[in-house]
T-cell receptor, first 115, second 113 residues
Framework: DAKTTQPPSMDCAEGRAANLPCNHSTISGNEYVYWYRQIHSQGPQYIIHGLKNNETNEMASLIITEDRKSSTLILPHATLRDTAVYYCIVRGSHFSSGSARQLTFGSGTQLTVLP | EAGVTQFPSHSVIEKGQTVTLRCDPISGHDNLYWYRRVMGKEIKFLLHFVKESKQDESGMPNNRFLAERTGGTYSTLKVQPAELEDSGVYFC???????????FGSGTRLTVV
């Protein structure tokens, strides 16, 4: 079962920041937070991941609370092409083996970017 | 670089027939994964290869499913005999050793009628 909780849907105005929340209150110390998204009819796309520090790449920023029980994915300037289902996933390190490497997808958040 | 390629993109077969799905990972990616989404459900893990070895096949639903990765390059997923509940989208993903993010293919949509 997925170990994360996300709102089922969110809207965001084009050009504004999209802030997608995720609760993962049972995360263990060696588990990472990963974000993927799935644009309609495509395969999931990796966005970003983090352990405890905030992370930023060319796609997004990831803010993880100090207690690591929740996080927020930030798309700084959402475009229409960012409309997708966003998945927050808790997983073991990519150095781990066995089931710790599996991605457990939940229902995700359907983000709709409005013109 | 070329992405993860899956073939065919769509397949419609009758119940009881056999279907083989193929995945070509990104060149140099030793890790290869299969996932699937059956109708109305969430995306679920099927199995994981490192090169030609199966590292984790805990998600394979039953013995009608057989995955291979001969030579550690492309992989095939055979369903024999196919059942109605096997309908869904089958995704393949690959990654380099010790890299965090996977690259997924666009999937194969399998319809069993």
């Amino acid at each position: 079962d997925a170990k994360t909780t996300q709102p089922p849907s969110m809207d965001c105005a084009e050009g504004r920041a999209a802030n997608l929340p995720c609760n993962h209150s049972t995360i263990s110390g060696n588990e990472y937070v990963y974000w993927y998204r799935q644009i309609h009819s495509q395969g999931p796309q990796y966005i970003i991941h983090g352990l405890k520090n905030n992370e930023t790449n060319e796609m997004a920023s990831l803010i993880i609370t100090e207690d690591r029980k929740s996080s927020t994915l930030i798309l700084p300037h959402a475009t229409l092409r960012d409309t997708a289902v966003y998945y927050c996933i808790v997983r073991g390190s990519h150095f781990s083996s066995g089931s710790a490497r599996q991605l457990t997808f939940g229902s995700g958040t359907q983000l709709t970017v409005l013109p | 670089e070329a992405g993860v390629t899956q073939f065919p993109s769509h397949s419609v077969i009758e119940k009881g027939q056999t279907v083989t799905l193929r995945c070509d990972p990104i060149s140099g990616h030793d890790n290869l994964y299969w996932y699937r989404r059956v109708m109305g459900k969430e995306i679920k893990f099927l199995l994981h290869f490192v090169k030609e070895s199966k590292q984790d096949e805990s998600g394979m639903p039953n013995n009608r499913f057989l995955a291979e990765r001969t030579g550690g390059t492309y992989s095939t997923l055979k369903v024999q005999p196919a059942e109605l509940e096997d309908s869904g989208v089958y995704f393949c993903a690959s990654s380099q050793v010790n890299r965090a993010g996977y690259t997924f293919g666009s999937g194969t949509r399998l319809t069993v009628v």
